[in-house]
DNA sequence: ATGGTCGGCCTCCGA
């Protein structure tokens, strides 16, 4: 990590506290400067804040029971703190948290799967799609330099994912979602990752079931998206497929965005 | 080839 750049990592760990290990070990070699975490699973009081104080990371959590959960882990002070999506003052599902960190507005996304895609959740979805892009839109019209990372729960294209065919009708793939990915972007959004690479079949997440890993059946459903100040200093994104093939893994792996200081 | 995904948890639900 050199001193005139700053990474940011996303990772949906699927539960912090059965993950520990792997996700300690793992910051502890690549020391990005924040680590957007996603499906904590766990309550703030519940959360091993002292396991990443001692890497020297201070912990900003948004936590629920059982479900979802967000956290957002940065070796500087995370200062003017969010909590919550804005736009729905009765949602309690704990999928967004928001801070400044230097000069840098961050946040962990934790996207709704919204499967089954012909109910009430997939209704849930789009509808906090269509917060999170108001959001947005709050940002860019206050000229923000911000990076929104996280589990998008989102396939933006054919080529991230291994049949598209098997997916046409899931949450995660389905025309609206994608057309409501799209209109974020469309607002002036970079999607990092994409930006910088024409490579297919790059995947984030690999199903538990079926072999996913073992057979490469994944989907790119983790991203970045900058505001046009931060896209301005996007030097790299890079999914580090490793921890993926480690013992009792996270079902996704984690992708680092990298910003010029 | 007689198996088959995890994690949290009011033994099923959510992903």
């Known amino acids: 990590m050199a001193e005139d750049q700053i990474t940011v990592a996303t990772w949906n760990v699927n539960s912090v506290n059965a993950r520990l290990e792997n996700v300690t070990s793992w910051l502890e070699k690549r020391q ?46 995370a200062e003017d703190v969010l909590t919550a999506l804005p736009g729905d003052a009765d949602d309690d599902q704990a999928r967004y948290v928001e801070a400044r960190v ?18 009430p959740k997939y209704t849930y979805k789009l509808d906090w799609m269509d917060r999170l892009r108001d959001h947005a839109q709050h940002l860019l019209e206050t000229e923000q330099t911000a990076v929104l990372g996280g589990d998008y729960n989102v396939i933006p294209a054919d080529e991230d994912c291994y049949d598209p065919a098997d997916w046409s009708d899931d949450a995660l793939f389905k025309l609206e979602t994608r057309r409501k990915f799209r209109s974020i972007e469309n607002l002036g959004f970079t999607e990092a990752f994409r930006a910088l690479s024409d490579t297919p079949h790059a995947y984030t997440f690999w199903d538990y079931q079926g072999r996913g890993w073992e057979s490469d059946k994944g989907i790119r459903i983790d991203h970045f998206l900058l505001t046009p100040k931060a896209a301005d200093r996007l030097v790299a994104c890079e999914i580090d497929r490793e921890p993926r093939g480690l013992p009792k893994a996270s079902d996704h792996t984690p992708v680092i965005c990298t910003i010029a200081a």
Do not use: H, M, W
């Not at 104080?53 to 900003?60: I, P």
């Not at 059982?66 to 882990?73: E, I, K």
């Not at 230097?102 to 895609?117: E, T, W």
């Open 102 to 119: 230097g000069d840098i507005r961050v946040a962990s996304i934790y996207l709704p799967n919204g499967n089954p895609s012909n109910g």
């Open 32 to 77: 990005p400067d924040i680590a957007l975490l996603q499906e904590i699973k766990s309550q703030e009081e519940n959360f091993p804040t002292l396991a990443f104080e001692a890497l020297g990371y201070k912990c900003t959590i948004v936590g629920q029971k059982s479900y979802n959960g967000v956290a957002l882990l940065s070796k500087r002070p």
